[in-house]
């Protein structure tokens, strides 16, 4: 079953270009195609257009993806978030990471990726650019992982998971088994009191285990 995807993005060509890539791919059904935060919201008002994930511009008119990511999921937790955009700095990645994002893009990604990233989100990922993953690893804090009660192995696969691998590809990074990289996700989740890989992202964030 395929997975009901909305796009937000203010540029017409922009817009047109992402829409006629994503129509090739029989994962997602774009439901909803808007050019502000605020005709999305209008049109979330028709059940038909609700959708499971969102591509949401960082850079709109008026309301921006920022606030627009804070204020859907604080109305629809159940839709998540996936910023595309052109930046990658360190202020817009904190910013919509603590808005709710689930995942961080750049718009030059190709549309395959692009789709398997918001399948990946649809399955309570947390997909992010090799530039953003590169970013993010850099900023996981030991001296705070230490304080939250995480082991060295516990930090590998948190950063693991910052960079959006799956458990196999964890397994693979680490020379250890699937099984064992569950084991350590399962405890990462009880330390962390969270329930998805999206969730240990922000929470990463908010109690500051990445700088």
């Known amino acids: ?12 060509d922009v817009r047109q270009l992402l829409t006629e890539r994503l129509a090739f791919f029989d994962d997602v059904e774009l439901v909803s195609v808007s050019g502000s935060a605020e005709a999305f919201f209008e049109r979330l008002q028709d059940a038909e257009a609700a959708p499971e994930v969102v591509l949401m511009d960082i ?19 159940e839709t998540e978030v996936l910023m595309l955009t052109v930046f990658e700095d360190e202020d817009r990645i904190f910013a919509a ?5 689930s995942g961080y893009l750049l718009k030059d990604a ?40 995480l082991t060295d192995r516990e930090r590998d696969v948190l950063g693991l998971i910052v960079e959006g691998l799956t458990e196999d590809g964890i397994a693979d990074r680490l020379y250890i088994s699937p099984h064992t990289v569950r084991s350590h996700i399962k405890s990462l ?15 990463a964030y908010e109690r500051r285990l990445i700088r």
């Open 189 to 203: 989740y009880r330390k962390l009191e969270v329930h998805s890989r999206a969730e240990v992202v922000r929470v």
């Open 59 to 77: 850079e709109l008119p008026g309301m921006d993806g920022i606030e627009a990511t804070g204020r859907l999921r604080e109305s629809h937790p």
């Open 110 to 149: 190709s549309a395959g990726r692009i789709v398997g990233a918001v399948l990946e989100v649809a399955r309570g990922g947390a997909p992010v650019s090799p530039l953003v993953a590169k970013k993010l690893l850099g900023w996981i804090r030991g001296d705070d992982c230490e304080a939250v009660g």
């Open 1 to 12: 079953m395929s997975v009901r995807l909305a796009l937000v993005e203010d540029r017409p």
């Open 97 to 101: 990471v603590q808005a709710g994002a």
